[in-house]
T-cell receptor, first 110, second 114 residues
Framework: RKEVEQDPGPFNVPEGATVAFNCTYS??????FFWYRQDCRKEPKLLMS???SGNEDGRFTAQLNRASQYISLLIRDSKLSDSATYLC???????????FGPGTRLSVLP | GAGVSQSPRYKVAKRGQDVALRCDPI?????LFWYQQALGQGPEFLTY????????KSGLPSDRFFAERPEGSVSTLKIQRTQQEDSAVYLC????????????FGDGTRLSIL
């Protein structure tokens, strides 16, 4: 089993839709969690950190469930520019190793 | 520059040749990471430096892969006797502190082995 697993996608949604991505991780001692976004042929860029209490940044909401070892990302009122691959990232318990999920591809359609 | 810089952007080599990929991290960043990203996959960890010390090289797929950061800034990833399965995008990332805080990535080097 991979350390970090994500919905395989792709997700094709119309503009304005709400879409949610799920991510599970296997190492219960993992410390920190992030969502990165990667556009086609570009480098990954930090979208948001994921805090224990859940956090929101504009149209984006991230949730963490440590008991179930599960992270989610919700995008509301999706825009064409949200089309990208969303990578779930887990920092191991030593604080030195980022483990990336395989990514979930999102296409927002006009 | 302001960001992580990698060169070359694209590299094509024949099977069996040696290649060297360069990463220039953000000035002052302590931590430097190398990742390998195959098409349609997330980045896979290769190795990690804290200043000039290589603290983790557990992700290097074989002894043909070698990385160094002799002065604690620029890093080079070298692949000897390249194989077709080495074809991938090689990403470098840096972060300011000793721990892997959110990382800043370079554009990557797209390596194709013929």
């Amino acid at each position: 089993r991979k350390e970090v697993e994500q919905d395989p996608g792709p997700f094709n949604v119309p503009e304005g839709a709400t879409v949610a991505f799920n991510c599970t991780y296997s190492n219960s001692a993992s410390q920190s969690f992030f969502w990165y976004r990667q556009d086609c042929r570009k480098e990954p860029k930090l979208l948001m950190s994921v805090y224990s209490s859940g956090n929101e940044d504009g149209r984006f909401t991230a949730q963490l469930n440590r008991a179930s070892q599960y992270i989610s990302l919700l995008i509301r009122d999706s825009k064409l520019s949200d089309s990208a691959t969303y990578l779930c990232v887990v920092l191991d318990n030593y604080g030195q190793n980022f483990v990336f999920g395989p990514g979930t591809r999102l296409s927002v359609l006009p | 520059g302001a960001g992580v810089s990698q060169s070359p952007r694209y590299k094509v080599a024949k099977r069996g040749q040696d290649v060297a990929l360069r990463c220039d991290p953000i000035s002052g960043h302590v931590s430097l990471f190398w990742y390998q990203q195959a098409l349609g996959q997330g980045p896979e960890f290769l190795t990690y430096f804290q200043n000039e010390a290589q603290l983790d090289k557990s992700g290097l797929p074989s002894d043909r892969f070698f990385a160094e950061r002799p002065e604690g800034s620029v890093s080079t990833l070298k692949i000897q006797r390249t194989q077709q399965e080495d074809s991938a995008v090689y990403l470098c990332a840096s972060s300011p502190g000793a721990q892997a805080q959110p990382q800043h990535f370079g554009d990557g080097t797209r390596l194709s082995i013929l």
